[in-house]
């Protein structure tokens, strides 16, 4: 996202705007331009002239919940502009609206000819990406239907079905062809002396599969209204830390930025749900991993995320084993797509399960929802669900056979399965790649934690003794078994992971700190990895980083591989203040509330590595996303991890 852009997030959808509040509809770069919902891009123009000339911004889009510009004609100094346009624009669920207000500035009666460019091109969100692919589209089919008060684009394959609907108020006096396939919206204003004249423009995306019964919101000024109202709901009773507001200030614009990011989702009986999206731009929706460590970030200020979160994860929970090489029973989905090339099976994501983590994160935020909140009945209600995943576990995802849960790249999908799930993050120091099937390290102190909670479950609420010890028999060989073959005493760290043959992968990482979370780490172990995450090659200042410089396989600007990740360094702050190592997790802390406060108090999805010594300011990473579920709960687990210090 460049600052000559505006991303707006509300309920699923979002739209990207320009400087002056157009939609250019240009593929490639980092910013995907348009309005999207589930995945497809329903408005791919919306351009705005006046007497035939694009007006310039005095006031290029501002930050906020709503995109706010003023525009005025191409001029100079002795020649002041005849009128100033206000725009402001919002999104809500699966539309768009915009107040458009043309205030004359002459003595005079005057008129103008206002024209809007729209056009909606369906394009799948996956088309927009940077690897340039294509992807055949056989029989498609675009149409346009000219309105009474606008204008509907619409569009097929096949079974498939989308439209998108332009309206304004008042109606404009023609609605033109282009030659390209969209349509000029014109109206002529009389404005009178020094006064304005207002049009308001709606848009309403019907996606295919979407049935819900939506209406567009009646202004931008309403949409923020009603985000307000849910900010304000979500951040109720959290009690702020007084003593260090950057904190605060982090914390209250990371409620606001989770309030936005949630997405509908279906529980295991169809009832209506909401839960934390993976991010805006790329992924706003439901991701497995995402969802649950937002979650569990915010449950000890908010279990309603947690429990919405648990049953939609368990509503698309595998029962089969598919076609692909990663959907097995009991596995909990990795990334949920609605758009075209998902429904036609041509990118594999519809419900994609290459995940190995999800599904004992899936345990873990079970067992500390019943912790924090007491509710066994959800307990009761998802133990066939959780009792499934520990089955996945166990067999399936490796842990009886081979000892370890282990995943195999998936040709077609993600060739890395953990949370570093870039090419080439799972890496020796000197940047080889393993070969085989590999045992990533965090993954083992997640499946670790998971089967001690839900040992707990079967002890405590399902009242099953004999699958409790068989777990707990299962988290203690685990863990004697994961200290033996990851350990590298020539480091005094645990290797990233293991290859094919049992191999240890020797890079040193920051994965190390989430089995401090988990507490997978004898205490000795783990005050040994703690201390040396603070060292100089591994905190930059602004935080963790995802590998130690120094290594040849360390870049600042790689997108896993020596970068700072915010949620990563929220659970090394959780895990130090685990392992009673304080001052460790105050500094981690520190550092990237630092960096929050630099950058408008919102963490961003991933920051570069570059060290603070010789950088005054965190250098963004180029193409993270904007706002991201996980960053924005991130500074809720610090103020976990060391309260308001």
Not at 22 to 39: A, E, H, K, N
Not at 461 to 483: H, I, K, N, P, S
Not at 618 to 631: G, I, L, M
């Amino acid at each position: 996202m460049t600052d000559r852009h505006r991303l707006l997030v509300y309920g699923g959808t979002f739209a990207t705007v320009g400087e002056r509040g157009d939609i250019s509809g240009v593929r490639g770069g980092g910013v995907p331009d348009g309005l999207f919902v589930r995945d497809a891009r329903h408005l791919s123009r919306w351009q705005l002239t006046v007497d035939g000339a694009v007006p310039e911004a005095l006031t290029p889009v501002a930050i906020g919940d709503t995109a706010r510009c003023v525009l005025v004609p191409r001029g100079g100094r002795d020649e002041p502009p005849a009128y100033t346009l206000f725009r402001e624009q919002a999104v809500g669920y699966g539309s768009f609206v915009e107040t458009l207000r043309v205030t004359s500035n002459r003595p005079a009666p005057s008129s103008v000819r206002l024209a809007l460019t729209a056009d909606a091109d369906f394009a799948d969100q996956f088309e927009l990406r940077a690897d340039h692919r294509t992807y055949a589209k056989p029989g498609a089919q675009r149409s346009r239907e000219v309105l009474g008060h606008g204008v509907e684009f619409a569009y097929r394959r096949g079974t498939w079905r989308s439209c998108t609907t332009v309206t304004a108020e008042p109606a404009p006096d023609a609605v033109e062809e282009t030659g390209t396939g969209a349509r000029r919206l014109v109206w002529t204003l009389e404005l009178p002396p020094h006064g304005s004249v207002e049009l308001v423009l709606r848009v309403m995306a019907r996606p295919h599969g979407d049935r819900r019964a939506l209406r567009v919101p009646r202004s931008p000024a309403a949409v923020s209204e009603r985000l307000l109202a849910e900010e304000d709901a979500l951040a109720a009773g959290v009690a702020f830390p007084t003593g260090w507001p950057e904190l605060a200030a982090a914390c209250a614009r990371g409620l606001a930025d989770l309030a936005a990011l949630q997405v509908p989702a279906a529980g295991p009986e169809g009832e209506e749900l909401r839960v934390p999206a993976g991010g805006a731009p790329w992924f706003l929706t439901l991701l497995g991993r995402d969802a649950l460590l937002t979650s569990l970030f915010v449950l000890p200020y908010r279990s309603g995320p947690a429990a919405a979160t648990l049953l939609a994860l368990a509503a698309t929970q595998a029962t089969d084993t598919g076609a692909d090489a990663v959907t097995q029973p009991g596995k909990i989905v990795h990334e949920v797509r609605h758009g075209e090339l998902a429904h036609f099976g041509q990118v594999p994501y519809g419900r994609y399960y290459g995940s190995v983590d999800a599904t004992p994160l899936f345990l873990v935020l079970l067992g500390a929802y019943v912790e924090h909140t007491g509710d066994t009945e959800l307990a009761r209600r998802l133990q066939p669900h959780a009792r499934a995943a520990v089955g996945w576990m166990l067999d399936h995802g490796g842990l009886t056979s081979r000892g370890y849960l282990v995943y195999r790249a998936d040709r077609g999908g993600l060739a890395n399965q953990n949370w570093k799930d870039s090419p080439g993050s799972i890496c020796s120091a000197d940047g080889t790649r393993p070969s085989g099937p590999v045992v990533a390290a965090g993954a083992q102190g997640y499946a670790y934690d998971a089967l001690r909670r839900t040992a707990h479950l079967a002890r405590t609420v399902w009242a099953d003794r004999v699958y409790a010890e068989l777990l707990e028999q299962a988290a203690g060989d685990l863990r004697d078994r994961f200290q033996r073959d990851f350990w590298m005493p020539r480091h005094s760290f645990p290797a990233l992971a293991l290859d094919g043959e049992g191999r240890q992968v020797d890079a040193l990482a920051s994965d190390a700190g989430h089995l401090l979370w988990s507490g997978l780490l004898d205490k000795e172990y783990g005050e040994l990895v703690g201390r040396r995450l603070l060292e100089r090659d591994f905190f930059s200042g602004w935080g963790v980083r995802t590998l130690a410089a120094g290594q040849p396989a360390y870049h600042p600007l790689s997108y896993h591989r020596g970068s700072v990740w915010p949620h990563d360094n929220a659970l090394i702050a959780l895990g130090l203040a685990r392992y009673g190592l304080h001052d460790e997790a105050r500094a981690v802390a520190h550092g990237l509330v630092e960096a929050a406060t630099a950058t408008g108090h919102r963490l961003p999805e991933v920051l570069a590595g570059y060290g603070r010594d010789s950088h005054p300011e965190p250098v963004p990473y180029p193409h993270a996303c904007v706002r991201e579920s996980r960053s924005a709960a991130a500074p809720l687990a610090l103020l976990t991890a060391v309260g308001g210090a």
